[in-house]
């Protein structure tokens, strides 16, 4: 059974630092696309960034410039780094996997539990 988890979330004051960690595991041959989605109280679901087996890469606006994804495919991890954080940047994070080729089955999205982040002094 192919799943993510998440790590990393916290208490962090405003123009601080975190760093998220997401861990595909459960026999994973390759995974396309890795991104993280955060969802705060009373609001949607979002995309936050996501990123290719290539390494391409995609922000939503509000986090251009301040947070970067990256991903190690030899070891299916994907992180985000988070500087500069605002108040508005709080909310559980979950890390996603996008068609996941499994040793037996085939994935088309895969979703951690997400991990929360909180910004405020």
């Known amino acids: 059974q192919v799943k993510v988890v998440e790590s990393g979330g916290g208490l962090v004051q405003p123009g601080g630092s975190l760093r998220l960690s997401c861990a595909a595991s459960g026999g994973i041959l390759s995974i396309k696309g890795m991104g993280w989605y955060r969802q705060a109280p009373g609001k949607e679901r979002e995309l936050v960034a996501g990123?290719?087996?290539?390494?391409?890469?995609n922000y939503t606006d509000s986090v251009k410039g301040r947070f970067t994804i990256s991903r190690d495919n030899a070891k299916n991890m994907v992180y985000l780094q988070m500087n500069s954080l605002r108040p508005e940047d709080t909310a559980r994070y979950y890390c996603?996997?996008?068609?996941?080729?499994?040793?037996?089955?085939?994935?088309?999205?895969?979703w951690g539990r997400g991990t929360l982040v909180t910004v405020s002094s």
């Open positions: 990123i290719d087996s290539n390494g391409r890469t």
């Open positions: 996603n996997a996008k068609d996941v080729q499994g040793t037996i089955h085939r994935y088309l999205e895969v």
